[in-house]
């Protein structure tokens, strides 16, 4: 199973609004509405911030928010802010009863 | 509050095993799968398989399949993943997560630092 495809770094100013890809295959990405989106700082345990595409857990700000159009999937975070500063993950369950992860993006808040 | 407690870092030689453990609480430790991910160093999170903590199954990736065991003990809540063959790739965190909604992983340990060294 080849890891999702995600752009190795994205950038922002503050306030602005920035958007992550992860194309899989329909497969897995495309297939089922199985998409999560992880943030990682350095040293830390990801945290999940968005599932089922499109969901926030609570908790969450709603400045993230997540998409999907066929075999890609989106994350949108609007209104950047330092925090935000970060790698971030997509996830896909998979027609193997798998799960693959995307290689993540390092975003860089300007 | 749900909460996963790793055990604490190893250090192996080539050729040797690791088992890693993780205790739950907060929630019905049965109720939910839980999911071995790891991270090595600088690299991206790859997943290694899950286990059921009720009936025992297990499913893990196929890069993994013949190397990776994953059990359980319910009665002290706690999930084991041992790492046979170990080489220097496997040098890496690893993490236990409890699924959440669809295939999410919605809970995780704090990491275990596995590394391999001669």
């Known amino acids: 199973q080849s890891a999702l495809t995600q752009p190795a770094s994205v950038s922002g100013s503050p306030g602005q609004s920035i958007t992550i890809s992860c194309t899989g295959t329909s497969s897995d990405v495309g297939g089922y509405n199985y998409v999560s989106w992880y943030q990682q700082h350095p040293g830390k345990a990801p945290k999940l911030m968005i599932y089922d595409v499109t969901n926030r857990p609570s908790g969450v700000s709603n400045r993230f928010s997540g998409s999907k159009s066929g075999n890609t999937a989106s994350l949108t975070i609007s209104g950047l802010q330092a925090e935000d500063e970060a790698d971030y993950y997509c996830s896909s369950y998979t027609s193997s009863s798998t799960v693959v992860f995307g290689g993540g993006t390092k975003l860089t808040v300007l | 509050q749900v909460q996963l407690v790793q055990s604490g870092a190893e250090v192996k030689k080539p050729g040797a095993s690791v088992k890693v453990s993780c205790k739950a609480s907060?929630?019905?430790?049965?109720?939910?799968?839980m999911y071995w991910v790891r991270q090595a160093p600088g690299q991206g999170l790859e997943w290694m398989g899950w286990?059921?903590?009720?009936?025992?199954?297990?499913n893990s990736a196929q890069k993994f399949q013949g190397r990776v065991t994953m059990t359980r003990d319910t009665s002290i809540r706690t999930a084991y993943m041992e790492l046979s063959r170990l080489t220097s790739d496997d040098t890496a965190v690893y993490y236990c997560a409890r699924v959440g909604h669809g295939e999410s992983f919605e809970y995780w340990g704090q990491g275990t630092l596995v590394t391999v060294s001669s």
């Open positions: 907060g929630y019905s430790f049965i109720g939910q799968y």
């Open positions: 286990i059921n903590p009720n009936s025992g199954g297990t």
